[in-house]
């Protein structure tokens, strides 16, 4: 179970999170918990394999604002590298970050 402890272990910012939850605990935990239901990386990696650079963007900077929002920083960080680079629609190796958002967002999902 999802607990402040484990987040804090896991590299979030829990005190920023809270604070963008009005300090609701249970709520914050309650929307932790629904990123984990929501995992859009898998269309993030069809979308840039498929070159589709417009909407990979837009899947990019929509996981960016949901795991910032909640400060989940460990997951945030490659998927803000993402999404800057698609916002200039680079065609670069994606692989590297991709993989690392997976393996965070893995990490995330075993707490």
Same mark, same amino acid.
């Given at each position: 179970?999802?607990?402040?402890? /484990?987040? $804090? +272990?896991?590299? *979030?910012?829990? !005190?920023?999170?809270?604070?963008?939850?009005?300090?609701?605990?249970?709520?914050?935990?309650?929307?932790?918990?629904?990123?984990?239901?929501?995992?859009?990386?898998?269309?993030?990696?069809?979308?840039? /394999?498929? $070159? +589709?650079?417009? *909407?990979?963007? !837009?899947?990019?900077?929509?996981?960016?604002?949901?795991?910032?929002?909640?400060?989940?920083?460990?997951?945030?960080?490659?998927?803000?590298?993402?999404?800057?680079?698609?916002?200039?629609?680079?065609?670069?190796?994606?692989?590297?970050?991709?993989?690392?958002?997976?393996?965070?967002?893995?990490?995330?999902?075993?707490?």
């Amino acid at each position: 179970m999802i607990s402040l402890e /484990s987040l $804090k +272990n896991f590299g *979030a910012n829990v !005190e920023e999170g809270l604070t963008r939850c009005m300090n609701n605990e249970k709520f914050y935990i309650m929307l932790v918990n629904k990123v984990l239901g929501d995992n859009k990386l898998d269309l993030l990696e069809q979308q840039i /394999s498929e $070159k +589709n650079l417009d *909407a990979a963007f !837009e899947t990019a900077h929509a996981l960016k604002g949901m795991y910032a929002n909640l400060s989940l920083d460990p997951i945030t960080k490659p998927v803000v590298e993402i999404t800057e680079l698609l916002r200039s629609r680079s065609d670069v190796d994606y692989t590297a970050l991709v993989a690392e958002a997976k393996t965070q967002f893995k990490k995330l999902s075993g707490l």
